[in-house]
């Protein structure tokens, strides 16, 4: 049963992402009357699936955290009356390959078998992690009283406020500071692989290396696959996630539309009043009257759909922004003689201690298990992408011609873990940023929010709250930042803003 609100207002949603629809769901069950709009052809965004000849690929997120008792998703899933997903733990949650090494290091579930391997792969190293660990569960307690990152009203502040005690305190002197700054303290900073560790595991969690992620963020980032924490590998596919947020929607009253594209939000007398909207179908075009608009997009997108209305400070932060990361995927569907024995689910391999983590270089991999829905009986799908430049994908002349090279570079590095023989081969499909852009409208195909500096980390980044009344923001460019866990908590944040101030 929905809870009935008692002005019944109107709440359009621009984006079936996860941050979207969860957002749409907790609205349509506090009775607002919530429609969503998404230009795809299937809801989930980055965390959708495609299928092709018997095989489901996840397009982009493999993994998922917030699933354990007390975890974002359980309390949002709780909330709404629907059942999580049927998941087994990643376990380890990843095996990390660097140049020239055979053995992995495996990032256990149990803290003792990582501490134990970490002490066996990074010696002298232990009083760095210590204080990780001490600086991940003030924030961790922190974060669990829900505070609102960044406050823009006396009530935000005062959500903030709340959450603090005593025992948070330690991350105080930490505010400002990143990894590296961290390493070169304790002195670790010229240890080669453990710096290239970090690199490799913080390029996928917060965009960027050591250098520059922010270290309480990082402190998360690198603890939450522990238990009682952890990261999860659904059952069928991350498809799940979306269809059950979609059920949980329909069943309170509201409303998802694909194939309609948000050309612009409307702004009069300072405060929102609606979208235009495009069925692509039929080209039909109309103006959706809403009270409160919410956008489940980049600030990028944000800023272009406003046009002139983006508040001019606003859009001068937007366009100072570093250069977002876009995202090159290989898709293939194998048999399951291509998979070594007890491969792990997730895998991370750097080839090059001298390139960069990314443009194939750095390949992040997942792989699906027997029984776990994305391939046929004795098949499997290997999912593996690398971080790439957004601007060298622009060109048409040579867009073709790069895919290919990526593929085939791709493939062939893969090749020296998997027994790709043309055999075991089944279906081979790439993605590039041009196809994320055009599948999730994410501006030039950006993916992973904006990184975790220290200057967009939590109280400095991006509120859902924006200048303009009655327009939010929800997904991994605000806080927390990226993951399926991430862009829900945002969503459980805008939801308790917008309550709070009808």
Not at 235 to 245: C, E, I, K, Y
Not at 359 to 368: D, P, R
Not at 406 to 434: C, M, Q, W
């Given at each position: ?122 010696p002298?190293?232990?009083p ?8 991940f ?43 590296g ?28 290396g ?34 059950r ?60 759909l ?9 859009r ?33 391999f ?6 960069p983590?990314?443009e ?5 991999v ?45 493939i ?91």
């Amino acid at each position: 049963m929905a809870v009935e609100h008692s002005l019944q207002k109107r709440v359009v949603v621009v984006g079936a992402g996860i941050g979207g629809l969860t957002t749409a769901a907790l609205l349509a069950h506090r009775g607002y009357e919530t429609l969503v709009f998404d230009q795809a052809y299937v809801p989930g965004g980055c965390a959708s699936t495609f299928k092709r000849r018997g095989f489901t690929f996840d397009v982009g997120a493999t993994q998922v955290a917030g699933l354990e008792l007390g975890g974002v998703h359980q309390q949002i899933f709780e909330t709404l009356n629907i059942p999580l997903p049927e998941a087994s733990c990643c376990d380890p949650a990843c095996a990390v390959y660097l140049p020239n090494e055979s053995t992995p290091i495996s990032v256990w579930r149990d803290p003792e078998a990582w501490q134990a391997e970490r002490q066996r792969q990074f010696p002298q190293s232990e009083p760095f992690w210590q204080l990780l660990k001490t600086l991940f569960q003030a924030s961790w307690r922190f974060q669990s009283r829900q505070p609102v990152l960044p406050p823009r009203n006396l009530w935000d502040t005062w959500q903030m406020m709340s959450a603090l005690r005593p025992d948070t305190f330690i991350t105080v002197p930490f505010t400002f500071s990143t990894v590296g700054q961290l390493l070169k303290a304790f002195g670790l900073y010229g240890d080669r692989r453990l710096k290239t560790f970090l690199d490799m595991q913080l390029k996928l969690y917060s965009q960027v290396g050591v250098d520059e992620t922010a270290l309480l963020y990082a402190a998360t980032a690198l603890s939450v696959s522990q238990s009682p924490q952890g990261l999860f590998h659904l059952q069928g596919s991350m498809q799940v996630l979306s269809d059950r947020l979609v059920a949980a929607l329909e069943r309170d009253g509201g409303k998802l539309l694909m194939r309609h594209t948000v050309e612009q939000i409307h702004v009069e007398n300072g405060q929102t009043t609606g979208v235009t909207v495009r069925n692509q179908k039929t080209g039909e075009a109309w103006t959706e009257a809403a009270d409160i608009v919410v956008g489940n997009v980049t600030v990028q997108d944000l800023v272009q759909l406003l046009g002139e209305k983006a508040p001019a400070g606003y859009r001068q932060r937007v366009d100072t922004l570093e250069e977002s990361s876009g995202a090159f995927v290989v898709y293939l569907g194998v048999d399951q003689a291509a998979i070594p024995e007890n491969c792990p689910p997730h895998l991370q391999f750097l080839y090059d201690y001298d390139g960069p983590i990314g443009e194939n270089n750095s390949l992040f991999v997942s792989v699906s298990r027997p029984g776990d829905g994305r391939a046929p009986e004795g098949k499997a799908t290997i999912i593996a992408s690398s971080f790439t430049d957004l601007g060298q994908w622009r060109s048409p002349k040579t867009y073709s011609t790069l895919k290919q090279e990526y593929t085939n570079t791709a493939i062939e590095k893969l090749g020296r873990y998997f027994d790709l023989s043309p055999e075991n081969v089944v279906h081979v499909e790439a993605g590039t940023p041009r196809t994320f852009e055009r599948f999730t409208g994410r501006d030039r195909g950006a993916v992973g929010g904006l990184g975790m500096r220290v200057k967009t980390f939590g109280p400095f980044g991006f509120a859902n709250r924006t200048p303009i009344p009655n327009l939010w923001l929800v997904g991994d460019c605000t806080h927390p930042g990226e993951g399926t866990a991430g862009v829900s908590y945002s969503a459980l944040t805008a939801v308790r803003q917008i309550a709070a101030q009808d």
